[in-house]
């Protein structure tokens, strides 16, 4: 007799399976769960000077390439060329005015003043920096990511001024962080606006992204992948618009979110690591994709759901709102449900996914190869509600609501935010986009990325470091850190080779602090 099938449970002909539980791990991990911050080691106490880690995060052969093309334009104009120790000073001015963030131009910054009836100064770059404003202004103009470009292809590239810089970026990621068993995949913006008139030109940016929830929702988008152990961003994709997006590597097959989360895990392909991002990344024919190159995957499904049993999930849920337990009262939120596809294997053992689904607020729907159903820590969240005193008075009371949650559910959300934590250390408190003002795209770009990641990355990794080796004392503040590492671009290794600027006030320590450092500072160049 015909046996009968349910719809719900093989969608588009992808068969799951009911299953009671998962009590054992099907792939257990391959890596510890913490990373290596491959620096050389110059400090007993083993945490670095602050601008160790930025010096080992930014791609420093860029600045060679800066230089190079900065000075073309100087030359066109007849002006003094720059030097790198120049150039990074000019770089610690820029960061020194994120941090002071005055009203008003450039002019402002080297204006000496200060408050009425106060104590506070500002400004007074020329003498404090050792740079006059018109050097500052001059370079700031001349300033070029790359040199003109040469072959036929790169002259049609739109995006040639960054495409340089992005892959250098990558490349220094790979090699100064190894991760540990887990990477995180979202999304990033380089805040932009077009010019008033809308059109978009040499100067526009070549393709604007408007992503509606995003704090800094319109300008440039990067998918990015991240070391939730750590914090720092491992890798960058430049987003170029649909139909350019479609030429890239493995598109064709698996569509725009999986074989982009396939280019961005490339670089770790057979390593048995697990990838977790939402819904826009990943499917299962992510999942799939990404077994077949050793890695495992960890991922929401909304919106791909082709080949997912989502309607299976909503029709469990729906019956789950009606049922009441044996008092009566109706099943709290936490309970779940998973499902099982076997996928054959001719090479060697089947793969294994799973589909679990959690009941909540709203309902969580997840497709993964790792963990179990097994009892993970409760998600606990801050509520609050109003209490009537004695008198009418009214007040806000907080406490913590509790939802119980599976491994599976904790391996996903535990460093679900991970990249966008470091998005609001970046645009929410340093802001680099906010007091750089320029209208030319790559320049935002090199704001967001060479500047905002670079410096934010910096932070993470010494913070991450300063707790792996149980350092006394506390870490330095964001910012703190920040004013640290713009007063040692500022007076920088570099200086004494090539022109010579404005001096400026003597480093404490003096001479000979400055030479030992640039002893210290020379495995970075």
């Not at 309902?363 to 179990?372: A, D, E």
């Not at 966008?420 to 795209?441: A, F, H, M, S, V």
């Amino acid at each position: 007799p015909p046996v009968d099938i349910d719809p719900l449970l093989h969608p588009h002909d992808v068969e799951w399976e009911e299953i009671e539980a998962v009590v054992q791990e099907t792939y257990p991990d391959v890596h510890q769960n913490r990373s290596t911050i491959n620096i050389h080691r110059l400090s007993a106490a083993g945490v670095e000077s602050v601008e160790q880690y930025f010096y080992l995060l930014f791609p420093m052969i860029e600045f060679d390439e800066i230089v190079a093309a900065t000075n073309i334009e100087l030359n066109k104009r007849n002006r003094t060329p720059t030097t790198k120790g120049e150039f990074v000073k000019w770089f610690g001015i820029r960061l020194t005015s994120v941090l002071e963030r005055r009203r008003g131009g450039v002019q402002s910054w080297f204006k000496e003043g200060g408050e009425e009836a106060s104590v506070k100064t500002y400004g007074n770059y020329a003498r404090r920096f050792g740079m006059s404003v018109a050097r500052f202004v001059l370079i700031n103009d001349c300033f070029m990511l790359r040199r003109p470009a040469q072959s036929d292809e790169d002259k049609a590239d739109k995006w040639y001024m960054f495409r340089g810089f992005q892959t250098s970026f990558n490349l220094r990621r790979q090699s100064a962080i190894t991760p540990g068993q887990n990477l995180i995949v979202d999304e990033s913006m380089s805040a932009f606006r077009q010019h008033a008139s809308g059109e978009f030109n040499t100067r526009s940016m070549p393709t604007v992204t408007k992503i509606a929830r995003k704090p800094e929702g319109v300008g440039a988008e990067f998918k990015t992948i991240a070391d939730p152990c750590s914090g720092a961003m491992l890798g960058i994709e430049l987003q170029e618009g649909k139909l350019a997006m479609r030429a890239k590597e493995k598109c064709a097959e698996l569509g725009a979110g999986a074989s982009c989360t396939w280019r961005l895990t490339k670089p770790w392909h057979g390593t048995g690591r697990t990838t977790k991002g939402d819904s826009w990344f990943g499917s299962l024919k992510c999942s799939i994709a990404l077994m077949l190159v050793g890695l495992y995957g960890c991922f929401m499904v909304k919106t791909a759901h082709r080949c997912f049993p989502l309607q299976y999930f909503k029709a469990w849920a729906a019956a789950e709102e009606d049922r009441v337990d044996d008092q009566g009262n109706p099943i709290p939120w936490g309970n779940h449900k998973v499902l099982r596809h076997t996928k054959h294997n001719p090479n060697g053992p089947d793969h294994v996914f799973y589909a679990l689904a959690h009941r909540d607020r709203r309902l969580k729907t997840i497709v993964t190869n790792k963990g179990t159903t097994l009892p993970g820590q409760p998600m606990s969240v801050e509520r609050s509600r109003l209490v009537y005193d004695e008198e009418g008075g009214v007040s806000n009371e907080y406490y913590l609501k509790t939802t119980p949650r599976t491994k599976m559910m904790e391996l996903l959300f535990d460093d679900f935010s991970v990249i966008d934590i470091g998005n609001r250390w970046r645009q929410g408190i340093l802001r680099p986009e906010k007091y750089w003002l320029t209208k030319c795209w790559w320049k935002r770009c090199f704001t967001t990325v060479g500047m905002g990641m670079c410096v934010v990355d910096a932070f993470l990794v010494y913070k991450y470091e300063f707790q792996t080796f149980h350092m006394a004392g506390l870490p330095l503040e964001f910012l703190d850190f920040v004013g640290k590492l713009a007063y040692k671009l500022i007076n920088n290794i570099w200086l004494e080779d090539g022109v010579a600027v404005r001096a400026a006030a003597t480093p404490p320590g003096g001479v000979e602090q400055q030479q030992a450092e640039r002893q210290v500072c020379i495995v970075f160049v």
